[in-house]
Every structure is written in structure tokens, then in C-alpha cells.
């Protein structure tokens, strides 16, 4: 047995490694806690939304070891040992020495004006950079279908795709 | 969600032992369902046993088909190249279900033991008999647009909720379980029940039992098939009606005929009948109306999914045609052809 919270009825947290953003962090977790309430309650994490709570809406969409996730329906104990990058990590993956610049997905969002009032923006850009590590999608009709676990009340979905369209075109994600 | 207690097992054995007899207790792999249900209070598991760690990732040749781990994700199987070669009936019908977060998560054991998405089978301030026997079916008589029409009972009329299943019937998969008792092999067509008078199980694994891998078997149906999923929306949304169909051809004359319906019973709905009937026929539209007539003879509407029943038979005869036509439906382009 690898880990064992021990009796039943223990109130047992148990230690595990993350690598947040870049940075590694120690942490004692009760086991009931979702990757999602790790990230904005414990670590001031806010950036990650929670819209639904129930995979749902993709506003919570993190990258686990560059794979998106909903990170509400993922227990903070089971990815011990793994990668985690939140919207606030993502400029980090893309950073150049000696520059202060986006993620070139977040500036598209930006150049596209791809949003309206922002909640579901950094599942959508989570999830666009996700779809992007994958592949698999080229077309329009494939950028839509792959980036629909992602819910964008206000309707911003055409220049969504065009964000992304134009991110692809440019060589895709870092 | 309740307090549990959490234990994460390396080995099939450990994680055996770790369920035990336990009623209270569960396996949790990529969790998109279970911790749902948790939220929602109709799951409320005394121990959690995180079987992610154990080594059943693989997707490994066997016997000329293919072993599926039970830990492979929904994501890793559909675009597994030999998947997409030799079963893309397989991997088409995961890319019509869930959203791409989910299918990254989600694991294909999983999938098989997904619960169904009875609105009432979620509200637990509503009798339900497969949540708590005995209590009642709250979706007799009640909100029923989304239920059954073939295979119910009057104690429960939920559908099974899976896209990727309806596929493993079509192509006669074999579920592989370990247990307290040893390992066995469970043909697809027998590891998920009708409710009948106990529709709090859905499969007939045993208590204590895992899933350790899906077996596919060496026929693939690669050149004749479709998965055609309609539904509310044109993505990520729980099928109405749909339909696994492969064939095998010589000439315009059927030599082989897989015909499996989701989201119209409480598990992958294949008629063998139907495609017996098929066998030796012309692969004509007549035919195929002819086969869809069997599927849905003894077909029979709740007070308002009675609109399934024509939408079946049409989708059945659209999908043999696809298939017929080796012009399976697009998963990203939705326009049916």
C-alpha cells in the first residue's frame, strides 16, 4: 500500500508534492478536497473559476502534466507527485529572457477581443493551450468540437476559435 | 461531500484486498463521475481506494484483437493508432461523448461503471429504486424525455448513459474482472443488466470485483461502420438515440451485421435478432427498415420520450446506410450525411 489515511473516522490528512506554476509545494491535504478548492482556497489560486463544480462548464480546465483537466471533479490527493499549471502559470510557459510578455494565446485573446465578462477566460485559455499539446484538432469545425467541455455564457465563441485559429497558424502553443 | 478515508493501492491484489468485503467502500480512478455523484450526495463512500497508480495504462496485442487496460483514459484509447486503424467504430463513439477534459480524465473501466443520468437518480430528496431501493421510480409518470423505451421495468426506466459501451457491444468486447474468488472473463453483452426487480445494480460484477482490462476480439469491422449520436445539442450532451452499426460486405450482400443502440435502455442495447435478419440480406434501405422494425418492436413510450421510438428507427436506418456506404458520421462536423 502506497498511502494509507489510517482508521476509519481519522481526520488524516495526508502530505503530498505538487509543482505549481513551477513551483514545488509540500502540502497536507484533508482527502476530500478538489484539486479546484486546493488552488483557490489554500493557495490564493484564483485565477482557476469554479462555475459549475460539476465538469460541467470547463471554467475550472487546469493543466495536469500538460493534459487539461476539470480540476473540480479531480481529488488533490490523486495527483500527487504531478505538474499543475493554473492561468496564472500559463505567460510562464511561453516566457522569453528578458521579456515581460502573455502567453501568445492569451494575447490573441486580447488582439480578438474573445471574451465579454472574463469568467469562463482562463478555462477557455487552460483548455486552448490543453487542445493545442494534443493536436488533434485543425479545422474550425475540430477547434469547436474539442474546445466544447468549455461554456461561454456571454457567447464569445467565434472569436474564441478565432484566437485560437490565429495561435495555430502561428506555430501553436509553447 | 462526506470525510472518507483514502488508501492508494500499487497492486491488483492490494487493491482487492483494500475493497474487501466493504460495502461502504470504493475504487476511484479518474473520478469524473464518481466525485460527481459525491457532490451531490448520492455516492457517500466510507473509503476512497485510488486505484490510479495501479499498472493497468496499457493497451497491449492479444490473440489478433487488442487488451485495454482498465486505467487507459477515454482520450488515450480513442486516438491510440491501432484503435483508430482497426476499431475506429471504438474510437469514434468515445469522441462523441463527454467534453475532451472529461475523456482525458475518465478511464475505460470507469466508463463501464459510469451511473445513469436520471435527473432523479441525482435529486436524493426524490424516490429513486436505483438509489435507494425500494423507494419508488420518480421518473414514471415524471420528467421522462431523456428515459428508456426498450428493456424497462415499472420499477426503473433510467438509460445507461454511455457512448463508448454501445460501441464494445457492437464489437463484442470482453470484459476482464479480478476478485476475491479469482479472474474471470464476462462477455460484454452480460456485464451490464436490465433493472427489472433490482435496479440498484447495473452490472453484474461481483461484489469485491475489478475491471482489469476490455478484450477486443480480432474483427474490427474497420471498413463498414458508423456511430451516430443525436442529441440536444450538437456536443457534449447525453444521446437521445444512438446507434453502433458495422458490417461486413460481399459485394451489396450483408455477410455480417453489429447493430447496437445508447440511450434508449438501461444498458447497450444490441439485437442479435436484427442482425440475423440482416445476414445474407441485399444492403439496401429496406432491409435496414426491416432490421429497425425488429429492433423496435417491443419498444414502449413513458409519457413523453415517445418521440425516441421514431428517431431510433430513422437513426438506425441512417446509420446501416452509413455504414453500408463506409461513410462513417463525422465526430467534429455534425452535418448527417
Request: proline content about 4%; hydrophobic content about 40%.
Amino acid at each position: 500500500m502506497l498511502i494509507d489515511s489510517g482508521s476509519p473516522g481519522g481526520v488524516g490528512t495526508i502530505g503530498i508534492t505538487l509543482t505549481i506554476n513551477g513551483e514545488r509545494r509540500e502540502l497536507q491535504v484533508a482527502p476530500w478536497t478538489t484539486l479546484l478548492d486546493l488552488l483557490r482556497e489554500r493557495l490564493d489560486l484564483t485565477g482557476t473559476k469554479k462555475g459549475c463544480d460539476h465538469g460541467q462548464c470547463g471554467a475550472c480546465t487546469v493543466l495536469v502534466n500538460g493534459t487539461r483537466i476539470n480540476s473540480c471533479l479531480t481529488l488533490a490527493v490523486m495527483k500527487d507527485g504531478a505538474e499543475i499549471t493554473t492561468v496564472e502559470g500559463l505567460a510562464g510557459l511561453a516566457h522569453r529572457e528578458g521579456t515581460n510578455s502573455l502567453h501568445p494565446i492569451q494575447e490573441a485573446f486580447v488582439e480578438h477581443d474573445a471574451f465579454q465578462c472574463g469568467y469562463c477566460t482562463p478555462g477557455q485559455l487552460c483548455s486552448s493551450v490543453g487542445m493545442m499539446n494534443e493536436g488533434h484538432a485543425k479545422t474550425r469545425d475540430e477547434i469547436r468540437e474539442a474546445m466544447s467541455g468549455n461554456i461561454c455564457r456571454c457567447g464569445a465563441y467565434t472569436n474564441i476559435v478565432d484566437a485560437i485559429e490565429d495561435v495555430m497558424q502561428q506555430g501553436g502553443a509553447r | 461531500m462526506n470525510r472518507f478515508d483514502y488508501v492508494r493501492p500499487s497492486t491488483v491484489a492490494e487493491a482487492v484486498q483494500a475493497l474487501g468485503s466493504d460495502p461502504a467502500a470504493r475504487f476511484i480512478a479518474g473520478g469524473t463521475n464518481l466525485i460527481d455523484l459525491m457532490k451531490y450526495d448520492v455516492e457517500r463512500p466510507g473509503k476512497l481506494i485510488d486505484i490510479t497508480r495501479l499498472p493497468l495504462d496499457k493497451i497491449e496485442e492479444r490473440d489478433g484483437g487488442l487488451r485495454i487496460g482498465a486505467l487507459v483514459t477515454n482520450a488515450a484509447l480513442a486516438y491510440d493508432a491501432r484503435i483508430r486503424e482497426r476499431y475506429p467504430l471504438l474510437a469514434d463513439a468515445i469522441l462523441a461523448g463527454a467534453s475532451a477534459q472529461l475523456r482525458n480524465a475518465a478511464s475505460t473501466g470507469g466508463n463501464l461503471l459510469q451511473r445513469t443520468r436520471c435527473y432523479y437518480f441525482y435529486d436524493t430528496a426524490t424516490p429513486c429504486n436505483k438509489r435507494e431501493p425500494g423507494t419508488g421510480c420518480s421518473a414514471i409518470g415524471g420528467v421522462d424525455r431523456i428515459h428508456a423505451i426498450l428493456g424497462t421495468s415499472e420499477h426503473c426506466i433510467a438509460t445507461h448513459p454511455s457512448d463508448m459501451c454501445v460501441a464494445l457491444a457492437a464489437l463484442e468486447a470482453t470484459v476482464r474482472v479480478s476478485g476475491p474468488q479469482g479472474d474471470r472473463a464476462i462477455p460484454f453483452a452480460e456485464f451490464h443488466r436490465l433493472p427489472g426487480d433490482d435496479p440498484a445494480k447495473d452490472t453484474n460484477l461481483a461484489p469485491g470485483e475489478i475491471i482489469v482490462s476490455v478484450d477486443l476480439p480480432a474483427r474490427g469491422f474497420a471498413g463498414h461502420h458508423t456511430y451516430l449520436k443525436l442529441r440536444d445539442r450538437l456536443s457534449y450532451a447525453f444521446a437521445l438515440v444512438s446507434v453502433a452499426a458495422a458490417l461486413e460486405l460481399d459485394g451489396r450482400t450483408i455477410r455480417t451485421a453489429r447493430l447496437a443502440l445508447g440511450g434508449v435502455a438501461h444498458k447497450p442495447w444490441r439485437n442479435t435478432d436484427a442482425e440475423a435478419l440482416l445476414q445474407g440480406r441485399p444492403a439496401t434501405r429496406e432491409s435496414f427498415k426491416a432490421a429497425a422494425d425488429l429492433v423496435l418492436r417491443e419498444a414502449k413510450p413513458q409519457s413523453t420520450n415517445g418521440f425516441k421510438i421514431e428517431l431510433a428507427r430513422r437513426a438506425i436506418v441512417r446509420g446501416l446506410e452509413q455504414a453500408a456506404a463506409g461513410t462513417p458520421q463525422s465526430q467534429s462536423d455534425k452535418r448527417i450525411q
